[in-house]
């Protein structure tokens, strides 16, 4: 091995590993150990509780269907924010990333006041059979919100560094806009368009104090997973609320394997650099 | 064909803005509104009440503690991760990024099972009497996790885009290792350093879910800013629960100001990337 120069690796590696090893993977640690108190009949009993099933397909499902709209309205803000230029395009710019530095719990009452059936928007859609606050809705609403910058930020960089004359080729070889676009950027675009997804996901289906306000959190219809480990806390079933998280930690990682593993798949279509 | 074309962009341009509009300056909008719906006295007079001065007081608190400890971390880790290659280096990265996608309620739950009345080391703390669960060491460790990779995701990508030839003629030419680490290394990340510490402090002051889990809600005790939001917002005090909104809120739009101020100003200075990663 090359002799190394620059000093203080020793120092650095041992203290990273300790300090990680005493922040973040002692505490994961007392998590899993925790769960295993439960005995196997204890787990099937708590997976398998409609209340639980109810709660995991809200948080997971919730958080597919809140990251799938932020990568349509992603893409859309991100393309105009770099290929357009229009009054106000930094301020709008800078305002992506207001889900990022607003503390959940200021979006969640924000948003509550909103929709609420007599918000300032909930007030028109209530009356049109749209229930936004306290239901289902609601919880999709604030995890598009708190997911918002992440497709928007991926996808930026690699828009500005995009070269138009693939665009171009493609239509001075006669394709239409839609042609261009749907055979020519939505491919390049898709890698990214994944991490943005993985990203989006990963916060949604953790996502705690934004939406604990808006969704009502009536049981078996509005309860997240989250909220359900926090009940559990406070009846002190600590081992069911630790194997609630272990279950909720191991899918997470189970969907983002599965992202990962498509992006790898659509990176096909890029251009050799 | 060209007025289609413009037309097409006008519609996309206004879309964009309607939808940045009614999903993200919407919800800022009404914070402050409702803050002042019934006048400025109201508003004033919440800070008047010794519970908001002391939430505002414990937030400040627990930032002061725990932006400063990730700040050594991230700079420590940046060194470790962008200037030497070593075995595993993808797995402590890995590590590094994890508190990024681990539920806010989980990270305290860890906690309280580490140093509950019912974990691993709750039993040794009450016989010596020291509280970190329910009290202030809890609501620091907790957030301390939450916030432990934002400094080092905003160092490690423009430490390696940066490369370590300035460092390393620093050494030949005889400098001392810390020597070389304020008169080189620390000038060069001192934006993005800076930057960092900008995102850390944000979401240190208002991580919520986290902090909720490990607190107990101890009123002039252990209720931080977001956690006296959530308690006056239950109260039914909307105009309370508003304006200590509010002050986040504030803090939340000076903190972007500023991105957006250093982005702008130090765009080359600051490693595309990083937190967004």
Known sequence: MKRRVLPGFGLSLGYVMAWLGLIVLLPLAALVFKSSALAPSGWWA???????LAALRLSFGGAMLAAAVNVLAGLLVAWVLVRHRF??????DALVDLPFALPTAVAGIALTAIYAPEGWLGRYLV????????????????????GFPFVVRTLQPVLESMEREVEE????????RWQVFFRVVLPLLLPTLLTGFGLALARAVGEYGSVIFIAGNIPRLSEITPLLIVEKLEEFNYAGAAALGVAMLVLSLLLLLLVSLVQRASRRWELPR | MTTRASVVRVLMILTSVAVLTVFLLLPLAVVFSEAFKQGLHAFTRVFHQAEARSAIWLTLLVAVIAVPVNMVFGVTAAWLMARFEFRGKALLGAFIDLPFSVSPVISGMAFVLLFGAQGWFGPWLIERNLGVIFAVPGLVLATVFITLPFIARELIPLMQAQGSEEEEAARVLG???????FRVTLPNIRWALLYGVLLCNARAMGEF???SVVSGHIRNLTTTMPLEVEMRYNEYDYVGAFAVASLLALLAVLTLAFKALMEWRYRHELAAGGIHR
């Open chain 1, 46 to 52: 708590l997976l398998s509780s409609p209340r639980t």
């Open chain 1, 127 to 146: 009356p049109m059979g749209i229930k936004v606050a306290y239901a289902p809705l609601g919880v999709v609403v604030a995890m598009v919100f708190v």
């Open chain 2, 175 to 181: 400098a001392g290792s810390w020597q070389m680490f």
């Open chain 1, 169 to 176: 080729a493609a239509a001075s070889l006669g394709a239409t």
């Open chain 1, 87 to 92: 009054p106000g395009r930094r301020l709008f």
């Open chain 2, 209 to 211: 879910g986290a902090v």
